[in-house]
Every structure is written in C-alpha cells, then in structure tokens.
C-alpha cells in the first residue's frame, strides 16, 4: 500500500469526475476506489493500483502485483501531487478570475495522462479527428491489444504498451501516416525519449521543443505531452485558441493577443498549467463542450470535497 500526502488542498473525488470527462481516460467504474491500470512510461507490464481518499487528506494506493521502481513518483506525477500546491490558494487572493475558480472547484487539480506516450499517441490519433470518434478509437485499441488489471474486482483495460504498439502498429484502425506515426512514437518511447522524469528535468520549454522534434508531435501536441502528460504544472498554453478565448472574456480582453494573454498568466505561477486546466473544466462546465461528446457537467467534479 502505497500513502500519498498531499501538499496543499486536494480531492482525489474530484479528480474521479474530472477523469469522467477526460475523454482519452474513458469512463471509470462508479462504484468503489478509483480503479487505474497503465504501464508507467509506456515501458514494461500493465500495473493497476485502486485509489481511496481517508479523512486525513491521505490518497491511499492499493497497487495490484509487484510494484514498479518508482511507481510511487509516477502516480505521484498523474495525480499533480508531486508538486508542492500550498501556494496554489495565494493565487486566488491576487487574482479574482482564479479566485472563483478555486473556489467553483475545491481541490481539483489536473489529472494528466499516464505517461507522455499516451499523451503522444492520443495527439497523433486525434489528428484531423472527431474527439469522440478518437476516444472509441482508443478504447477500441485497448479493448483488443492492451493489458487489462483485475483492479478491486473490475478489469481495467490499459493502453497498449509501446512494445506492444510497435508490433501491432500496422494493424490499428488508423490510417498508414497515423500507424506509421505510433509506431515511431513507441520507438520513441523505447528509447527513453518520452520518459516522464526525462521531460520533469527539463523546463518546460525545452520539454517542448525536445518532443517537437518527433514525428506527427506539432506546437499544439507537444504542448499537451509536456503539460498533460508529463504533468509540467507551470506552463501556459500558447497553442490553446478555446483557453485563450476564455481568457478574453473572463478577463474583459477582447482583442487580446496571446503574448498579452501570457502576461496576465504570470500572476498564476508558479501553477499556470493548473490555472488553465481550471479555465479549460469551466468552460466546458458552461458551454457542454465535453470531450468524449457526453453531456457531462464538470461543475461536479468539485463535489466531494476539498481537502
């Protein structure tokens, strides 16, 4: 049993109804811990781990077989609980926008993609793609390639390994530039280049500039591998046209071009990814725009709690 204690408010109920409307996560099991199965990095077996919350602020990590080397800082980085959130409510005080934010959405922080591989692929499948149409494509992949965990009495169905991916690259329900994409994205993976604490050593610029470099990865994907799958909490999305257009609005900028919009987001830092994960849930909150296409309401994703 891994203890996780975080630093700072957080509540793993939360982060249970945010993954509910996180389409490249799918849906998790209603009932019971929060249920999760991923091979950390992408690299070795499928690892599931139950996830409880006690009245302590304490997230408890019930992990399914032999524990990985460092899975406890992988999950860790998933969660946004590797990284210190005491100063995050000070934001709040200097800034109204966020203010309210926090205050709509007690405790939630980013809950990211399991690896930055998974977040490579998600980038790659998406690609000129309906979200809803690539979260059935993912989850058709792992219903079919990927290691299911018996975890708390549910099977949970990982994402396909990148050994795995790059045999069965060329049988995915994808088109070839896509399979060909994945497959060098697994080699990637492979090769260390998209390894979680490889990218958390880096800022985050050279984070993104390094996995720029890969094929299929643009400004708009290497973003979201560094920020969401890497768990970078302090980036501030230049790709982000839907943020920015809240942004705008919230803050009374019309007109606003992103440089201006950066400026007004240094006042969240050190958390300016946290910051714009709260703007991006708010909005889909008030105007249905839901990944996976399901009319989910994150304003729920605050019930439960803060702690």
Known sequence: MLNLTPRGPFSL?????????????????????LRLAFAPDGRGATTGVALTQSGDGVVHAEVVGAEPP????????????????????????????????????????????????EAACWAVITQRSRISQAAGVVAGIRARWGEAAEVAGHPVAAFPSA??????????????????????????????????????????EEAVADVS??????????????????GHPDRFPTSEGRLHDSMRQLYD???ADVEELASVARAWAPYRTWVAVLLRVDREASTGEIARGARVTLAAAARGGSR
Do not use: N, Q, W
């Not at 994808?174 to 958390?200: F, S």
């Open 213 to 230: 470099l890969l094929a299929g990865i643009g400004p708009f994907s290497a973003e979201l591998v560094v920020v969401r799958g890497a």
């Open 13 to 33: 109920a939360a982060g249970r109804r945010f993954l509910d409307g996180f389409a490249p996560a799918g849906r998790t099991v209603e009932d019971g811990p």
């Open 70 to 117: 460092g899975f406890a800082d992988h999950l860790a980085r998933v969660l946004s609980l590797d990284v210190d959130g005491t100063g995050f409510p000070a934001v709040a005080d200097r800034d109204p926008v966020v203010g309210r934010l926090l205050a709509s959405y007690p405790g939630l922080r980013p809950v990211g993609f399991y690896s930055p591989y």
């Open 163 to 204: 050994a795995v991916l790059r045999e069965v690259a060329g049988e995915l329900p994808l088109p070839d530039v896509k399979r060909e994409r994945l497959r060098g994205l697994a080699e990637a993976a492979l090769d260390g280049r998209l390894d979680g604490a490889r990218l958390r050593a880096m800022s985050a």
């Open 253 to 255: 900028l019309p007109g």
